[in-house]
């Protein structure tokens, strides 16, 4: 055991034995230096007190009365002397462990104070305001005493702060327990309880059987039962007003009065704690069906908005930190071979939507249902425009550039199906277990051997009817071959015509010009990439390192696998799952959107996977993800 060497902790010791709060200081010098010199090889550092004790302590006594621990004064005589309150908390510590061993012992009461108590160690807590609240909120702590306040003339209780409320209710069951197995004093409040709730008989005698056979299950079912609280309610106003009639009581008397508040309102704290809870949890469940309702797609302000089937806001019968909790909870990796049950997709415009996993493809029905016509019109329109000026679009005869033009009035005009379409998660729901072995979509196909369809093929758009229903809006006159063809040298933009003789005289030239733009392009698509992985490379790359350095860091992280060959098997198959996702979409990848939120979602979309997410390194892995992803990026031929 550790010698004690503090001044404040010797000093409580010596009052201890001394059985006096007050010391003479010159006293408590002597045995400070005796004390000193006997335990001085077990703690070196006592050899502070052995030369000129008396400074060295007085200074430690103001430094200690300075912090509001001790009081210095003197005494008649002149002598220095110091008052040490801790002295009554350690007496109070002492009762109530006397009082746990032998449960007939009342409680300590305020008047058992000395008048010179100092009121900065006494904390008042009034039993029907704060007594409640200290079982969550309340500081545990030996430096003060604590003073419960009854509502009527019925004696204070002191009690150290080092002790709960939920203690004191574990005393007060075991006093009133005591109390019903005296004379007859169970039989004569069962009685009385059943009398005033009828139809209740058997609850009742089953609530007494557990209260005094079972005390560990009878404390458990007043914190968590229904009419339980009822009982406790009853039970408390019989035993008051039976002893309301006698008009003096003894400390055992008043001690029983005392429990008997105790019980009463942490009894009602924990029924209304109850109420909310269940307000709390059908809210919460509340919240979970509103997801399954239209429109499917919510952000943050539009949950916090969500109402009951009264009209009632659901955020006011849960917290904020509940509904926190709740997002995080649904929207993070419960089970790591499936996707969470809500997802999070983000729109061009920064926006962040919500959405349940099972209401994603009924979403990209509706969506593509919705957004069809108004793509099929502005295309239908857009053509007709050309048509009548005399002009072609390239989308009239080519397939990608038909997709390429039906892409960009899908992100125009159904910005939502656009994000969805491009979100992480939706090449990962092909091999979701909840989505394989059925179909979700009640027939709509959204993949094809585990690939997504083409927007044209989801929105069911054909290039070929659209340039039909174009044509079919034309003059009848554009339908003569003859005449459309002089209308059109007529009418046609001269520099259409001239673009014209130039084509048919460059034709020869035509297929070398192609190669040589698309290389180009191509070219020039590499360089803006290898820019924005220079930019984020800032972010993820400290100052004076390098991507391999930290690549390489970072691997050391996450695969601590000891044997050589199984630690390299095990980052080859972690890189090779990475290259063929990245070789899959980056196509996709367009220079002016890769940004570390773009690298971010690449690699979480991965960690995510059935696969990965069974190393426990997550964090490690996570980064090395990211910065492997702009090695790749920046090494692309």
Known sequence: MAIPTELSVLLRLYTGKQKSPTVIVQTFCDYIQKYARHYLQEAPNLVMYLND?????????????????????????GRKVVYVPQYHIDRMIQRYKDIDAKIDRPYPLATELPSGFPPSFLKPVYITTDFADMLEKGERTNAYLCQLIFPDGTPPIIYPGSISPEKLLDLSLSKIRLFLAKDESRDYIQKRMMVSNPGKEMSIKNFFVQFQTRPSESLS???HSGDIYLFWNSLGSFIRQDLAKKTEKTPEEHSLIQSVYITEYLNNHYKS????DLKRKTALKNLELCFHKPPYFFDRDTIARFTDSRGVPLLGQYKSVDLEDFIKEKTGETNPDSLPDILVFKTDSGTRYFIMKDKIIPLIVRLCNDGRKSIKDTITREWYQLLTAYQQDPAMKNSQEFERKVVGHCKKLVPVLHALLNASFIPLLAMDPAFSGKDP???FKLFDHGRLLSLTDLLMLNRLELLTDARILLPFW???????SILAFIFRPKAAVKEKKTVK???????????????NTKEKRKQDLKQAVEQIKKDLVPEGSSLEAEIAEQLENWNRTLNMQM???LTEDVNSLIRDYIRRIIRT????????DRVENLAQTLVDTPNLAKIKNNDALLSYIKLYILQLIANIS
Request: hydrophobic share 30%.
């Open 221 to 223: 079912a007043l914190k």
């Open 567 to 569: 630690k390299e098997n």
């Open 53 to 77: 004790t008396t400074t060295t302590v007085l200074q430690e006594l103001e430094t200690l009365e300075k912090n509001n621990k001790v009081i210095l004064s003197s005494d008649s005589k």
């Open 273 to 276: 704690k109850a109420q909310q």
């Open 441 to 443: 979509s009640g027939g």
């Open 478 to 484: 554009y339908t003569i071959p003859i005449l459309s």
């Open 505 to 519: 005289q460059s034709e020869p030239h035509k297929k070398e010009h192609e190669k040589v733009s698309h290389q």
């Open 589 to 596: 990848i367009k220079a002016a959107s890769f940004d570390l």
